[in-house]
């Protein structure tokens, strides 16, 4: 959609509204946790509007550009906190259309996690087994698949050697990528130009469409209050188009339920800001955020070793000088996702490729002895730039991060036209998470560093704090309601007719990408918001097939469905 | 700015230009260049349109510049008395130090336990970005212009349609043993 159509599309959703607009059922947010129930509440007979707050692009507005403005800007936050920033997707989509497409499940001993409270946090209808047949329904839904080794990028090919001469083993990660469309041109973190990369914007999103769903891009809600009926209503601003800060309108819209999933970095500020006109929120709300324990290290290959040590060539002659070349990540090892080691010893590593700028920014020149993340040592480092691999980590944090009082509006205060701004997510991290940092760049060092292989450094923490790509847990599910925004149905306490399924929801990291999870436990948590609908008058049902019509995912569904699925 | 005070206009630039170099430091432009300290061979920020990048009106800076290179020249002319360097006042203090200095004093606005650190985080993020993405610039006209930075890392030419494709892209062979405990779904267990 070009912009001209996006700003039409806007501003006929708020000139000259006396009365309120109804919908039945508001979504607020287009990503995993959105689509999702976008989709299959409009399948199942729901008029459904979905506001999202970045713009709506097509694959031919995906842009292979660095250039301030275009698509890579477009559609992604880099959002500044007090100790940790956080990345997340911005656009029709959210975190689906910058995402690598790395899609495995949770390792089992991630259900069993005490995590910061001393006992099981996740709910406790939730595990791994009663979750699996919901990653079902996910990886139909894309769909997920096995890359074969053939597959593997340079780089993960050379994390993968690596790992094996220290003796670690190595998977090529699960992904929802067409590899036969992908020219492995690494500007995923722009949009996928070639729809190699199964973001919603080929599955769920166009079929909830198909079904009648509304989609308004542009459209950023600023909180929620109650109507009569015991419904809610939506005060939203129309963000323009090219500076997102500018409010170019505002509205509102009321629904008898609303899902909410405006990002785990969106979500609890938007209910923070509710609380005006709600009431007091649940405790949770706001804190326990996690950083999915991230963390990266950048190496620099030594070419000749890697050749000599590892074994390894190219076509044209090189070892490998291939850092440009790929998909984001393709290969990690799970060696310490292992159940039997303590929590916060247990961790992916995983080879990642973050493009120039926000790629090369925090990395520290190894054994610099000046200033180590710019200066004469980081500028010799850069120019080995194509050697680079670099290394993510993905460790068990404490949950530690908080938001403080929300900004005046969306979740940040906006620095640059685009993409940049100041939040108020404050995140000390514990002695546990960074036990778990400490022993992932111990990992990596002695795989990278053997034999002279490479030299390698952690990215720096100093500039913008921690960072993160998988925010979770701002407001999310469990049992005890002093611990957990939600109930194991993703409804918010205390505030009945608001379900939260975003990333927010997932009670703590996951060692793992995190975005199947996500997909899994909104998939899960259709069944009641459907059943909460139903209760509030609407004639909705639940039993839609996967979005391309498949229905395998649906028949393994059957037994934690509280209503009869009809063929 | 430029029109109305082309003497602060050219301070402040060659203070923000001074600037930029520390954070990517390359060769001087010219013998007399006192911006560009001139620390290493090879162009750096400033040579990569780092100045231009931080005019651009959407890095959401340009209309703050000022008050940067102002800031700047203050930080350097208290940084030269705490530690007795003599400045030449025919440039701006910032300018004046040693590329060392100029080091030590960026060392110090960017360090954790500065209140003002987000500031010149934020100036320093843009003046690498000059560098490393070229984000004044179409990347694929940078890289068609010989764009100091992107040449400098051997980032690849793009197709003749401005879009990057890499046939070449896998080893093609099993490289390491994967986990046992892996699932059929190709997860961790």
Known sequence: MNRAEQVSRAAGTTAGQDKAEQTDILVIGSGFGGAIAAYHLAAGGAKVTVLERGPWLSSDEFEHDFKLGASSTRVIDFVAGDGMSVLSGNCVGGGSVVYFATMPRAPRFVFERHGSIGRRMWPAAISRDTLDPWYDRVAEALPVSMQSWGEVTYPGGLWAAACDHAGWTANPSPVAIDTAKCTNCNWMMAGCRFDAKRSLLLNYLPAAVSYGAQIRPLHEVQFLSRTGDGGYRAHYNIIDDEDYRVTAGQGTIEAKLVVLAAGTAATPVILQRSEAALGPMPPATGRYFSG????????????DKVRSVLGLSRPGGQAYAANQIGRGPSVATWDRLDGSL???SRFSLEQLYFPPGLGTILAQAPGAAGPTWFGLDKKQFVQDWDSWLTIFTMSEDDNEGVFGPPPPTGNA???????????SLRYEPTVNTRRGWNEADAAVKDILERDGLARVAPWTNDVVGAYTVHPL????????PATSALDDRHELRGHPGIFVTDGSAVPGALTVNPAMTIAALAERAIPGIVAAARQRGLDVSYGAPSPDGETNGRRGVVSFTPNPLSE | MESEHPDRYRDRTVTLEAFADVI?????RSPDDRAVAGATPGPGAVAAGAIELLEEPATGIADGLDNYARDLNERARAYA??????????????????????TALVQVLTAPDNPEKELWVLLALFANMAFDTAAHMHTADAIAAGHPGLTAMGFAKPDPDGLWRFEDYSYGRQLARIHPATTPSGSPA
Not at chain 1, 292 to 303: F, I, P, S, V, Y
Not at chain 1, 413 to 423: D, K, P, T
Request: hydrophobic share 30%.
């Open chain 1, 342 to 344: 303590p929590e916060y």
């Open chain 1, 473 to 480: 847990s701002s407001c999310r599910i469990g049992d005890d």
């Open chain 1, 413 to 423: 205060v906006r620095i640059s036209q685009q993409m940049l701004g100041r939040g």
């Open chain 2, 81 to 102: 008395e705490q530690c007795g360097v003599p400045l030449d006042d025919s440039v701006p203090p910032f300018v004046a130090l040693s590329f060392a200095d100029r």
């Open chain 1, 292 to 303: 999915n324990g991230e963390r990266l290290n950048t190496a620099a290959m030594d070419e």
């Open chain 2, 24 to 28: 990517v430091p390359g060769k001087k």
